[in-house]
């Protein structure tokens, strides 16, 4: 049970009368025979001229020239009229005859327009008889329009362009628009919404059935997005006309870029292929996999454009997923340079919110050097950055490890989230060998220090890029590692690096040194806590003072400890805890830095081979160590063998 369209029959004559004849001719069959031939187009209509002459003003001046200018006045032979110019050809000359004749005549959504454009250009009009076809038309038009269904039918119908200029300038097509805008603005909360027994009459139609016995839900509530399927069946030009009148009488921007996305997605091949969905509505995808009419390139690429033009200016109405597929499209199509720049724009000032997978544009120049399009990138980031406030935030290099935070303060939220979208991108984009390292490094560069909490999304995309490119000089190395911070690794991120053979010697050097500085900052932070816990539990209160030997020794590149303060010096030279308790500071930090079970001691083995340390015996060694600083122990100060 759907919503009941609206009909009228006018006429009282048997529609019998009208009968079809080849090739292509009407004829009216009554006891008299035809004395006119009406001709329009190729169709021929053999009718009398009485019928006609009294309801039209046209055809009355016609078959007086017609007949006037027939040699001798002979009433016996049927004068001919050709009509070649009335709006809706045939088809609506014929409605108009069996109204001549009273012949019954259904009236419809679908044949209104047309009937009312022709009635005015036949001159249908009270001054030849009352009730005449204008005063029908026009009549029932207005009922049509009360309608949502019927203005879409009488809308579609104004698509034909012989029809087209007369229902502008009769300015049915400005009503039926404006009926349509009314309705889709209308609040469907409302006791008094227009649609309400459409949207009833819909849940009806869509009651469940179960084992024969109907089960009436309750009635359907209507969304936001009500409208946007049948609007998306309109051309192009009615379509542009809506959104201008709906926005007229202030929809939301949200809704009427919801209408325009479901637009697109109905007409543009590209979009539907990857199956965007950003409103996320169930009519949006509907529409998105219905049947729609196969655009060429060329009108793909004209509606691309517009669809951009009329999208609302307001940040974040459209998600930047869509954003990025019309981008996407638009390079596909070759769009106009002022279409894609309008994506390009509107993308970076919310980039924040795009998604990697959607960065990933396809570069189809002919002469482009890359698979995606990093430029693009690039002028979006830009963008991004130019209309992003500058934030300033605490410098997380003198933390302590652990003490990184993952979740930046709520102004960095922006930044912090494009810094890892552009981590991201680079490493995507880093395993082409074309991609130029002044590319790489601006793009990288036009994200500010403070956006990135730690630096190992930056650090995985310069190692992915020096791997896909080994043939990079060691002036460009050096150029790509200044982009990160050593000091914003993570202990992961520093255990990788410094057995990294692609990264620059200077860089291994200062991984390992904040490696052993924030290993020290641990450890004193630890023999802290536990001195204050032996503090707080002595019954005399006494605290022993701390002995020079307990002192850290950066000279030798790592920790020295005693056996007296529960640490020894293993045969590699490097602290292990014997602390009782394995979750302890200490003892998670100095098992992950013993070179016995990881690889760090292959890391330092080949630094120290780079600066020619190893290889040194054990006496020589001994021999240049430093002598014992004024005032310290008597104790001879243990060193680190590096083991190369």
């Known amino acids: 049970m759907a ?31 035809s004395d006119v031939v009406v001709q329009v187009g190729e169709m021929s209509f053999h009718l009398h001229k009485m019928p006609l002459i009294s309801r039209s003003g046209t055809l009355k001046k016609l078959v007086n020239e017609s007949t006037g200018d027939d ?30 004749y009273d012949v019954q005549t259904e009236l419809k959504a679908g044949n209104v327009v047309l009937l009312r454009c022709a009635a005015e250009h036949l001159a249908m009009t009270e001054d030849y008889g009352e009730g005449n076809l204008v005063e029908q038309a026009e009549s029932f038009l207005s009922e049509v329009l009360a309608g949502w269904d019927d203005t879409v039918r009488a809308l579609d119908s104004c698509d034909d362009d012989a029809v087209l200029p007369a229902a502008e300038d009769l300015l049915i097509l400005p009503r039926c628009i404006d009926s349509l805008a009314d309705k889709a603005c209308a609040d469907p909360t409302l006791s008094g919404w227009p649609m309400l027994e459409y949207f009833t009459a819909k849940s009806l139609e869509e009651t469940a059935i179960w084992n024969g016995i109907g089960a009436a839900g309750r009635p359907q509530s209507p969304g936001a997005d009500w409208w946007y399927e049948q609007a998306s069946s309109f051309g192009l030009p009615v379509y542009k006309r809506l959104i201008a009148a709906v926005r007229s009488r202030g929809m939301s921007p949200e809704n009427v870029a919801g209408s325009l996305m479901h637009y697109a997605r109905c007409h543009l091949s590209g979009l539907r292929r990857r199956g965007d969905n950003s409103d996320g509505s169930s009519r949006g995808r509907a529409g998105a996999s219905g049947t729609a009419a196969v655009l060429s390139a ?76 990093v430029d693009s990138f690039q002028r979006m980031l830009e963008q991004f ?21 993952d979740a930046p303060p709520a102004e960095l939220m922006p930044v912090s989230s494009v810094a890892k979208l552009v981590d991201g991108y680079l490493a995507e984009v880093g395993t082409e060998a074309n991609l130029k390292p002044s590319k790489f490094h601006t793009i990288a560069a036009l994200v500010p220090a403070y956006a990135r909490a730690i630096d190992d999304g930056l650090y995985r995309a310069i190692d992915i890029y020096l791997k896909a490119h080994p043939w990079l000089t060691d002036s460009e190395r050096e150029q790509l590692c200044r982009l990160m911070n050593c000091q914003k690794l993570s202990l992961e991120a520093c255990t990788h690096a410094a057995q990294n053979e692609r990264l620059p010697l200077r860089v291994v050097v200062q991984v390992l040194f ?67 308790d394995p979750s302890s500071p200490a003892m998670s930090v100095a098992e992950i830095h013993r070179p016995g079970k990881g690889k760090p001691k292959s890391a330092l083995s080949r630094l120290l081979g780079k600066l020619g340390l190893c290889g040194r015996s054990s006496s020589s060694r001994q021999q240049q160590q430093p002598p014992p600083l004024p005032g310290a122990s008597g104790k001879r100060r243990k060193s680190f063998d590096f083991g190369c």
Not at 77 to 99: I, M, N, S
Not at 390 to 396: C, M, V
């Open 3 to 33: 919503a009941a369209a609206a009909t009228r029959v006018i006429g009282s004559k048997p529609s019998d009368c009208f009968q079809f004849q080849d090739p292509n001719t009407w004829t009216c069959i009554t006891e008299l025979a």
């Open 71 to 100: 040699d001798g006045g002979d009433d016996s032979k049927p004068c001919t009229v050709r009509l070649d110019d009335v709006p809706g050809g045939a088809e609506a000359f014929l409605l108009a005859a069996r109204f001549c």
């Open 385 to 405: 950055m130019v209309t992003t406030p500058p934030a300033f935030a605490a410098s997380p290099e003198s933390t302590d490890e652990g003490q990184l935070v």
């Open 298 to 373: 060329g009108d793909q690429r004209t509606l691309l454009e517009e669809i951009v033009a009329l999208l609302p200016v307001q940040k974040s109405v459209t998600p930047t997923r869509f954003l990025l597929g019309l981008l996407r499209v638009a390079t596909v199509l070759h769009a106009a340079a002022a279409c894609r720049d309008a994506l390009e724009r509107r993308a970076g000032n919310q980039l924040e919110e795009a998604a990697l997978g959607d960065l990933l544009i396809p570069n189809t120049g002919y002469s482009a050097e890359t698979l995606y399009d």
């Open 514 to 580: 904040f490696e052993q500085l924030r290993l020290r900052t641990t450890l004193a932070g630890w023999f802290f806590v536990s001195d204050n816990a032996d503090q707080g539990s002595s019954s005399d209160n006494c605290v022993l003072p701390r002995r020079p030997d307990d002192d850290l020794d950066f000279a030798a590149g790592s920790e020295v400890t005693t056996e007296e303060d529960g640490f020894a010096t293993d045969e590699d030279g490097f602290a292990a805890a014997r602390h009782d």
